[in-house]
């Protein structure tokens, strides 16, 4: 889409709403970001856009990137712990992937006009979510597995869409956020298939694990479509490329030829192929806990928010240090210029 004449945030220099300034003008700048949705473009950070889109990708990218920095959380617990050197160079370099995530979607969601500094505020304050997955314990290791295989599985099953949402920046940070969450997902799952060609008490330690996280990664994907609010107004502007229920679907269909193949079942009575619509039926997830999870009341919600408001305090010193260094070269330069 060419450039127009606002700001990020889609308000014009006066800080008023472009639509309120000339009505003319305000119906070409509407039909100019409508025409580039209908064309399957890109919006970019310097056009305009509607508020309520710019508000949506705000909300969507912000939980997003705190995912990624809490889903840090339940595998970090695991890193002093890890069974060899291997699993825990292995685990790391995932860890540390994730915050690279949660980095690229914070400049991505920075580009909309709101900082970084303001969205972990939002975040530590209960004003902003994060994924109801990052809520549950991982209480052994084969949970590093699950999480590789189930929980990167969701994500990229719910992500590579998102490659071509329409905002451009998040587009761009989901192409490379994808190819890193397929390695971690094969990682959880060669990691689970050597559990499973080990002893008998590893491979019930798999199949507890895979009992414990099947229905919370199912609730990844948000609420069934017919309540979920955000879902039609999303798609209209391209930001979602699938429903809830759709990606839903397709993961249960991907993930159980993988948990035959590893040897595992889903605790899921209702679980079967369907020939007619060539597609499996299968239960639904308890909504009731996962209204719960997502108010704050899951078994891990008051530790993850106050570890990670312990770090962003603990961090205070470094944030100051860097801003003065900044200052101070800026300054450096400026004198160098006069
Ligand atoms: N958890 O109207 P909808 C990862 C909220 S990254 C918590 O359907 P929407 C990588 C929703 O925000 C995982 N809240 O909403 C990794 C809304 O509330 P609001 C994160 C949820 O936005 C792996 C309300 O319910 N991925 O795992 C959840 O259209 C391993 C109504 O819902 C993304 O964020 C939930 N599960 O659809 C890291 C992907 N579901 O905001 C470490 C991008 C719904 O109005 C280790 N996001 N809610 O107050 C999306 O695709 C969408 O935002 C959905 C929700 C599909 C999550």
Redesign the pocket.
Known sequence: MTDTTTTPSGTDESGTHASGTHASGAAELLAGFEATIARNDRVEPRDWMPEGYRKTLV??VA??AH??II??QP?GNWIGRAPSLRRKAILLAKVQD?AG?GLYLYSACETLGVSRGQLTEMLIEGRQ??????NYPTLSYADVGT?GWL??G??IC??VP?CRTSFGPYGRAMIRICKE?SF?QRQGYELLMTMMQGTDEQRAMVQESVNRFWWPAL?????PDDE????AQ?MAWGI?RNT?DDLRQRFVDMSVPQAKALGVTFPDPELRWNDERQAHDFGQPDWDEFMQV?KGNGPCNTQRIAHRRKAHEDGAWVREAASAYAAQQASVREEGVA
């Not at 979920?228 to 879902?231: D, G, Q, R």
């Open positions: 909300r969507q939980q997003h995912s990624e889903g840090m595998e994730e995530h979510k994060y994924s109801s997955i990052f999480i929980v990167d969701a994500a719910n992500q998102l969450e971690h609730m990844m994907f948000g609420p979920s609010p955000n879902s999303s979602k809830n997502v």
